[in-house]
């Protein structure tokens, strides 16, 4: 009996979806609840598995191509699917009990191939490269779309070596160039970004934050608290809590634009901008006011880790009334950072630096970070900006104030 495998319900904001590699053949046996093939949205990957056991009949849409929900992608024969090797049947034949043991055996090509991220597998493919042979440099030793690009490089780099003469006998450097296409993440994010600069008068502010008495209160109780909470203490959780007094006190900031309109929000939900092999993401922490430190860390472990292996639902990168995002943890001192439309801010975070500080008539070493928050000046007034990272700022040096809600 033929069985359709079709593009799933996609979410009311996202109008279709790339088709971005089969794992299957025509042909080829699959398992019910095997991923049979993946499609890429404008934020995540989603993995269509098979719905019952049988053979792969016929492929409807080729790598590539743009389906919608319900469109038809496949055709599965019904019936039983290769079977699995017995358990009473040796794998292979043992050894002769006098041979040397062999060394451990690199992984093969295809069980590295496996592996790989959508984004990733499509990378080798253009390039025909063996994933047994690239380095790994993330999570177990996944292959990252950086580790494949240094590959690419060390490549390039070993055909330099050899010299390469010209018609007049002079020796020329190769100078080798590539062509590699948007995934459909970065190409949406370009978009938004231009989007936000161009329908948004965007202003920034900046200012300094002494962070020197949330790192001492961290050091002291960050044991207690893993052991409690069984998740670390990390700076965000104060920022996040920052961020939500402020946004009580100065609700434009936590307001849209929406046509002639303000739409105001009496809830704070906070999107916590996500660095990932594909792009970044913005998983949103909702009702951040209504969360404790321990929530709000482990719903930003849980989506860091989700979003990074491509786990993570639409509807959780969906929404957001303010987003707070982290330059500092790659080493960036000052930057303006891009409005996440249809918000009205984003607080930049930036790394933590010692240094001298006037403190009450004296010179002391502190522990200093840059703040540097965009508005929409369309309805964000300077003074209302300036004020509301002073509001960050008062918290975070004295995190009695978040306690207090003060």
């Given at each position: 009996m033929a069985t359709e495998v079709k593009v799933p319900q996609l979410p009311e904001s996202v109008a279709d979806a790339t088709l971005v590699s089969w794992h299957k053949k025509p042909g080829d046996a699959v398992r019910r609840d095997e991923n049979l093939v993946d499609l890429e949205t404008d934020k995540v990957v989603l993995e269509v598995p098979c719905p019952t056991d049988g053979v792969l009949k016929e492929i409807k849409a080729e790598d590539g191509a743009t389906v919608?929900?319900?469109?038809?992608?496949?055709?599965?024969?019904?019936?039983?699917?290769?079977?699995?090797?017995?358990?009473?049947?040796?794998?292979?034949?043992?050894?002769?009990?006098?041979?040397?043991?062999?060394?451990?055996?690199?992984?093969?090509?295809?069980?590295?191939?496996?592996?790989?991220?959508?984004?990733?597998?499509?990378?080798?493919?253009?390039?025909?490269?063996?994933?047994?042979?690239?380095?790994?440099?993330?999570?177990?030793?996944?292959?990252?779309?950086?580790?494949?690009?240094?590959?690419?490089?060390k490549d390039d780099g070993e055909a330099e070596d050899m010299p390469v003469v010209n018609g007049g006998g002079a020796v020329v450097g190769a100078r080798n160039e590539q062509r590699v296409p948007m995934t459909r993440l970065r190409a949406t994010i370009a978009k938004r970004m231009v989007e936000a600069q161009q329908n948004a008068a965007m202003l920034t502010t900046f200012n300094e934050v002494d962070l020197t008495e949330v790192i001492a209160l961290r050091a002291r109780y960050k044991d207690?608290?893993?052991?409690?909470?069984?998740?670390?203490?990390?700076?965000?959780?104060?920022?996040?809590?920052?961020?939500?007094?402020?946004?009580?006190?100065?609700?434009?900031?936590?307001?849209?634009?929406?046509?002639?309109?303000?739409?105001?929000h009496d809830y704070q939900d906070i999107g916590i901008a996500v660095s990932t092999e594909r792009g970044l993401m913005v998983p949103v922490l909702r009702d951040a006011g209504l969360k404790s430190f321990a929530q709000i860390e482990q719903e930003i472990a849980d989506?860091?880790?989700?979003?990074?292996?491509?786990?993570?639902?639409?509807?959780?990168?969906?929404?957001?009334?303010?987003?707070?995002?982290?330059?500092?943890?790659?080493?960036?001192?000052?930057?303006?950072?891009?409005?996440?439309?249809?918000?009205?801010?984003?607080?930049?975070?930036?790394?933590?630096?010692?240094?001298?500080?006037?403190?009450?008539?004296?010179?002391?070493?502190?522990?200093?970070?840059?703040?540097?928050?965009?508005?929409?000046?369309?309805?964000?007034?300077?003074?209302?900006?300036?004020?509301?990272?002073?509001?960050?700022?008062?918290?975070?040096?004295?995190?009695?104030?978040?306690?207090?809600?003060?």
């Open positions: 919608t929900s319900g469109e038809l992608l496949a055709v599965v024969e019904a019936g039983a699917a290769a079977p699995a090797p017995s358990a009473s049947e040796p794998a292979a034949e043992t050894a002769p009990s006098e041979s040397p043991a062999p060394a451990a055996a690199a992984p093969s090509s295809d069980s590295a191939h496996d592996k790989l991220s959508p984004s990733v597998r499509r990378l080798v493919e253009e390039h025909d490269l063996d994933p047994a042979r690239i380095q790994g440099s993330g999570r177990d030793g996944r292959i990252t779309k950086g580790d494949v690009m240094n590959h690419l490089e207690q608290f893993a052991d409690k909470h069984g998740v670390k203490l990390g700076f965000m959780s104060f920022f996040v809590k920052a961020a939500v007094e402020a946004l009580r006190k100065f609700p434009l900031v936590n307001a849209s634009v929406d046509g002639n309109d303000i739409l105001y989506y860091g880790k989700r979003a990074r292996e491509g786990s993570i639902g639409i509807e959780e990168l969906t929404g957001g009334t303010f987003t707070i995002t982290n330059g500092g943890i790659f080493g960036s001192m000052m930057s303006t950072p891009i409005l996440n439309p249809p918000q009205s801010g984003i607080l930049g975070m930036h790394a933590i630096l010692d240094r001298p500080v006037a403190v009450d008539g004296e010179i002391k070493i502190r522990k200093m970070m840059y703040l540097a928050m965009s508005y929409d000046h369309r309805i964000i007034d300077g003074k209302e900006a300036v004020q509301f990272v002073v509001s960050i700022k008062q918290a975070l040096e004295d995190p009695a104030r978040l306690l207090l809600q003060l």
